[in-house]
């Protein structure tokens, strides 16, 4: 069975990462505010809580995102502990979009259709497609409701790499055979 695996440049991170900042930042001034009014067991959680994050994120800067997502578990789990319900659900949904938006975004092209990682992936049907063209790194798939997906392909550095002509060929293969079915 012949598939082909593109690996699509996430667009979207940079933003995310610029808001998530800003989200623990504006997390971290709460906390702050927060110690001051909690009483002192709490306002030792919070200050532990903050100077360990940042200890953490000062010696492994490689792995600061993983320390985004143990920060905002953290926070989670003393918003809990406060009783402040909002800042949880808050926290909580950073985090579930935080998965979502840094996945890797993998199309995957196979002989009965595409998977698009839209979320929730996309099955696309060859029936609907009207064009797919791989091209100087940009892949665009036409549908024949007028709707356009086009991405920038991330470059594989290992054997598997994406041979376009291969790829177009392949694609045009399916295209033939729908439009003569």
Request: with cysteine; glycine share 2%; proline share 1%.
């Amino acid at each position: 069975m012949q598939k082909f695996e593109l690996h699509l440049k996430n667009e979207n991170l940079k933003t995310y990462r610029v808001l998530n900042w800003l989200f623990l930042i504006a997390n971290v001034f709460v906390l702050l505010f927060s110690m001051f009014q909690a009483n002192s067991k709490s306002s030792i959680v919070v200050l532990i809580s903050i100077i360990v994050y940042f200890i953490a994120v000062f010696i492994y800067k490689k792995k600061q995102k993983q320390f985004e997502g143990v920060f905002l578990i953290m926070t989670a789990i003393i918003w809990i502990n406060l009783r402040l319900g909002w800042f949880t659900i808050l926290t909580l949904f950073l985090i579930l979009l935080s998965v979502i938006v840094s996945r890797k975004l993998k199309t995957v092209f196979l002989i009965e259709k595409i998977i698009y990682p839209s979320f929730p992936k996309k099955n696309i049907l060859w029936e609907t497609v009207s064009n797919v063209i791989l091209k100087d790194g940009i892949l665009t798939i036409d549908l024949k409701n007028n709707k356009i997906f086009q991405n920038e392909i991330i470059e594989s550095t290992d054997k598997f790499s994406v041979d376009e002509i291969q790829f177009n060929q392949f694609c045009q293969e399916q295209l033939n055979k729908k439009s003569v079915s």
